[in-house]
């Protein structure tokens, strides 16, 4: 079984930071990639940025330049830094990770860590 924690999450005003964490455990083989979705309310789930195994990223218009996305290949984990936030970017964040076990490959979900940014 393969599970998904965040981390990290919370209460910020306009212009702050906040740094959210994922660690994934369980039997795992390898990680391809890995990346940070959020949803508002009343809005579809998005892609904030994401993360290949050889590091290379890929950001959503909204957030280029403000947010910065990290992986650690030997501890299973992937950060998202969040610098200069905005009201816009409430929603609750979701980690994903792409795991390939001794019997498969998959996507894996975390079960959501909420971020407020209050103007």
């Known amino acids: 079984q393969v599970q998904l924690v965040e981390s990290g999450g919370g209460l910020v005003q306009a212009g702050g930071s906040l740094r959210l964490s994922c660690v994934a455990s369980?039997?795992?083989?390898?990680?391809?990639?890995m990346g940070w979705y959020r949803q508002a309310p009343g809005k579809q789930r998005e892609l904030v940025a994401e993360v290949t195994r050889g590091s290379s990223t890929n950001y959503a218009e909204s957030v280029k330049g403000r947010f910065t996305i990290s992986r650690d290949n030997a501890r299973n984990t992937v950060s998202l830094q969040m610098n200069s936030l905005k009201p816009e970017d409430t929603a609750v964040y979701y980690c994903t990770a792409e795991v390939r076990t001794f019997t498969n490959t998959r996507a894996y979900w975390g079960q959501g860590t909420q971020v407020t940014v209050s103007s």
């Open positions: 369980g039997i795992i083989s390898s990680i391809n990639d």
